[in-house]
């Protein structure tokens, strides 16, 4: 058989199991709109745990489908490091966890929930469980399934729901893949890497917590959920304020831009042609809990990561100056991983120098 026929099958192969048994909500990249939310309401990228063990801010839901111990369950979920990052890798299908909250009424009207994954053997999913107000039984199910395939695959018990989404080209589980979801009263929308695989514009469904789970071994890292969204005010920079966004992430102590903060860079850029008298200065910043040794290099190259993602969107580069800004910048002091990612920004301004 030759190669084109064999990539022709498997075109063909993929596709039918990506739209068996389900209506398709497939979204294209060209409408990638996904802006983080501003006010964190709980970040972990697992940084302060030990190695091996159960995450320390992360706790079993009540709600499980099998009867087994608690500390089986620990056991099959534990912190890992490899190539310099941490993650959480589950081991069982049986139990999920959720944010260690003081209250378990944190999601708002408006939040946003980012996250990494991997998926370890074929037929394994990522998924994101929601408990809702109207039905406060955490075992009902109201969840969003990434599959092997590339599939979102929202399914509500109460009310009944089930809609799909897929990854418009060939899905490699196999790697790291970044998934993210808007919720607006109601109005979800899901984004894997820099594609918008699922719209839902009535969800009937009002969420106050989330869980994480999976089918299979899969792997966690970088969770964030946000209140808000960001607003997007480029017009300050006609008026000489300075503008700072949390809307560019980057991957944890490394100069790469994350591919959910393109819409934002994107929206600059054309703001910036229609105003091209224009120059621009781009401040960088690390944090503490990032190698202080390199922390001001590092804000360097992520200005730098920056102002090349502009110039590739046309912006002349000649109107734009890079500087990066370390630990006496910082926003804010703490010891706490999920308010120091705050000082991991990016700020803008008007350059009125030479």
């Known amino acids: 058989m030759t190669g084109t026929i064999r990539h022709t099958l498997f075109l063909i192969l993929f596709c039918c199991l990506a739209s068996t048994g389900f209506a398709q909500n497939q979204v294209s990249d060209t409408t990638y709109d996904f802006i983080p939310g501003e006010r964190i309401i709980f970040e972990d990228n697992f940084s302060r745990d030990t190695l091996g063990k159960f995450p320390s801010r992360w706790h ?17 979920w ?27 009424y944190y999601l708002t009207d408006s939040f946003t929930i980012e996250f990494s994954f991997m998926l370890m053997h074929p037929g394994a999913s990522a998924i994101l469980n929601f408990s809702q107000y109207e039905q406060p039984d955490p075992c009902v199910k109201v ?3 990434v599959c092997d395939w590339g599939s979102v695959i929202f399914t509500s018990s109460f009310p009944e729901q089930k809609i799909t989404g897929r990854f418009p080209t060939p899905f490699d589980y196999k790697v790291w893949h970044h998934f993210a979801l808007s919720y607006k009263k109601g109005v979800v929308n899901c984004y894997i890497d820099r594609y918008h695989t699922l719209s839902i514009p009535e969800s009937k469904f009002k ?4 869980s994480l789970g999976c089918v299979s071994p899969v792997k966690y890292r970088n969770v964030r959920v946000a209140s808000g969204k960001v607003k997007i005010a480029f017009s ?11 809307a560019i992430a980057f991957d944890e102590r490394k100069a790469t ?20 008298t224009i120059k621009l200065e781009i401040d960088g910043h690390a944090n503490s809990l990032e190698d202080t040794f390199t922390n001001r290099a590092l804000a360097v190259q992520r200005a730098i990561a920056v102002k090349n993602q502009l110039v590739s969107f046309g912006i002349d580069t000649a109107k734009l100056v890079t500087k990066g800004l370390g630990v006496s910048e910082m926003a804010e002091t ?18 009125t120098g030479n």
Request: net charge positive.
């Open 207 to 210: 969420p106050f917590g989330f």
């Open 60 to 76: 079993i839901t009540p709600c499980n489908d099998n009867k087994i111990s608690d500390y089986y369950d620990k056991e099959s």
């Open 143 to 145: 969840n969003f399934q």
């Open 78 to 104: 534990e912190v890992q490091k490899k190539d310099g990052e941490r993650s959480l890798a589950i081991a069982t299908s049986l139990k999920r966890i959720e944010p260690a909250m003081r209250s378990k």
């Open 334 to 351: 703490t010891s706490e991983h999920w308010q120091n990612k705050r000082d991991q920004r990016v700020e803008f301004s008007r350059f």
């Open 257 to 276: 831009i994350m591919p959910e903060s393109m819409y934002f860079i994107r929206q600059l850029a054309e703001f910036l042609k229609t105003n091209p």
């Open 236 to 246: 300050d920079l006609l008026a000489g304020r300075k503008i700072v966004t949390h």
